[in-house]
């Protein structure tokens, strides 16, 4: 068992910066990945970032590449969102998803993916 808990959501005005965190616990081993996904309000829950723990490789979606920045701490086992550049089509709950090793589909899978965090808001406004 995993467990994910994810903080740093907020309210934000456009251009804004936030900084989203997430401590995982419990049985974490091998080359797992940790990710953020998003769902807005109606909407599906979309993939936003994820990162391989052990060499510490990097996956974006288009609509957030340059603007967020995920990353680690292994001493931590927390992972970050950096998120700049905030556009109110932003606005979403993130979720923390920890994939386990010798998961073979595409990174931005949600079915991959088998714990989730409670997940965050954040808002952005115009």
């Known amino acids: 068992q995993v467990h994910l808990v994810e903080s740093g959501g907020g309210l934000v005005q456009a251009g804004g910066s936030l900084r989203l965190s997430c401590a995982a616990s419990?049985?974490?081993?091998?080359?797992?990945?940790l990710g953020w996904f998003r769902q807005a309000p109606g909407k599906e829950r979309d993939f936003v970032a994820t990162?391989?723990?052990?060499?510490?490789?990097?996956y974006y979606a288009d609509s957030v590449k340059g603007r967020f920045t995920i990353s680690r701490d292994n001493a931590k086992n927390t992972v970050y969102l950096q998120m700049n550049s905030l556009r109110p089509e932003d606005t979403a709950v993130y979720y923390c998803?920890?994939?386990?090793?010798?998961?073979?589909?595409?990174?931005?899978?949600?079915?991959?993916?088998?714990?989730w965090g409670q997940g965050t808001q954040v808002t952005v406004s115009s």
């Open positions: 998803a920890y994939r386990a090793y010798g998961r073979t589909g595409p990174m931005s899978s949600k079915s991959d993916y088998d714990y």
């Open positions: 990162i391989t723990w052990s060499g510490g490789i990097t």
């Open positions: 419990g049985r974490t081993f091998g080359s797992y990945v």
